[in-house]
């Protein structure tokens, strides 16, 4: 009885792979491009203090209109054209599920965040994935002449790129916006740890779609807070997709007190960034592997010895990275997260004693 059941799930969804991440006794965790640093302790309390100050026995405001109007006010737009969500993911697949579905065409690139290709295809759209150039450039030619070619209604694209930390140039994100007549996307969840915005392409294109998340910079991964934005016409559509009270009142009050403190960040960011490039830098000093520029709070390594002999001989010495080996163009790299000054030394320290050992087995 449950087999003959199990024939009406979707067949995308049958064929669909789970997403999913080990869960290891690690000592040094960097693995999921998360923020090493927690939120200061004072900020903490005043976040649990204004939890207690909610109704919990009350939906918040349908739609939050206000906290909409104040993200707005914090990017200099207007609410109109803010969505919130449970972490971006969730504006990402409402978007999807407004366009998306058989008969019409998602574009994106490879290899990126694996959750696109995996969505775009659960709404039945035909997905096509553009392949990164060398040093992971974005092909921009190719994603053009892609759109072109079918109807193609959504192009998702991650910038800085996860799993690459390569980011598009300005110019090439015009050109793709430029390209027929459906919606880009760029997800801009590491947008912090580099030089780059587009938030002032949203005056000039209807057809952009911004998806940002505080799990990374801001320190607020357990909090699942993320948002959208876009113009008001299509943030209309997205909200008849959305479920009602779809972000929760503690996650909208704590978010608020985020964008309330966020000189905590600058500092934090700052020595991100410095120690990403010190430990890349520090990396290709060792022989036996390569780390890639990278401008995100991650990057890429290729090491000359069998990348998941490495990958299991750190895990053995408590340090958890990810492995990318599966992705599309990417047979034999790992990625590491940038962690605190210590973490990082450790990790430097115990690949210059693993990897000569690797190297002769």
């Known amino acids: 009885m449950m087999a003959k059941s199990m024939n009406m799930v979707k067949e995308q969804v049958r064929e669909g792979t789970l997403y999913t991440l080990p869960e290891v006794g690690d000592r040094i965790k960097l693995n999921q491009n998360e923020n090493p640093y927690d939120l200061p ?7 649990t203090e204004a939890l207690q100050e909610i109704p919990w026995n009350r939906y918040p405001r349908l739609g939050s209109p206000d906290f909409r109007n104040r993200v707005g006010d914090w990017l200099e737009l207007d609410g109109s054209q803010v969505m919130v969500g449970n972490g971006s993911n969730e504006i990402l697949l409402a978007v999807m599920n407004t366009l998306l579905e058989p008969g ?17 295809e659960l709404f039945g759209a035909k997905v096509n994935a553009c392949r990164l150039r060398e040093r992971f450039t974005f092909p921009v030619e190719q994603i053009v002449r892609m759109i072109n070619q079918e109807r193609t209604a959504l192009t998702v694209l991650c910038s800085p790129n996860n799993p690459t930390g390569s980011v598009i140039s300005e110019s090439g994100l015009r050109k793709i ?11 801009e969840a590491y947008l912090d740890f580099c030089e780059q915005d587009f938030n002032p392409l949203l005056k000039e294109y209807d057809n952009l779609i911004l998806t940002r998340t505080f799990s990374k910079a801001f320190a607020f991964a357990a909090g699942r807070f993320g948002y959208g934005l876009a113009s008001p016409e299509f943030v209309e559509q997205v909200y008849k997709v959305l479920l009602p009270y779809n972000l929760n009142g503690l996650t909208e009050a704590a978010a608020g007190l985020l964008l309330d403190h966020e000189e905590w ?14 430990l890349i830098h520090r990396l290709n000093e060792i022989q036996g592997v ?24 750190l895990l053995d010495r408590g340090i958890l990275i990810r492995d990318v080996s599966h992705y599309p163009g990417l047979e034999n790299y790992l990625r590491i997260s ?20 690797l190297m002769q087995e």
């Open 41 to 47: 302790e004072p900020l903490k309390r005043k976040i």
């Open 290 to 313: 390569e780390a890639f520029p990278s401008q995100s709070n991650f990057f890429l390594i290729r090491p000359e010895c069998d990348s998941d002999r490495l990958y299991n001989r």
């Open 104 to 120: 019409k065409q998602m574009v994106t690139i490879e290899p990126t965040f694996s959750l696109y290709q995996h969505y775009g």
């Open 265 to 278: 960040m600058e500092p934090v960011i700052s020595e991100i960034v410095s120690e990403r490039d010190r």
């Open 338 to 357: 940038t962690g605190r000054p210590e973490e990082n030394r450790q990790v430097i320290s115990t690949m210059q004693e693993i990897l000569p050992e």
């Open 177 to 187: 916006l430029g390209a027929g007549d459906g919606f880009v996307l760029v997800d």
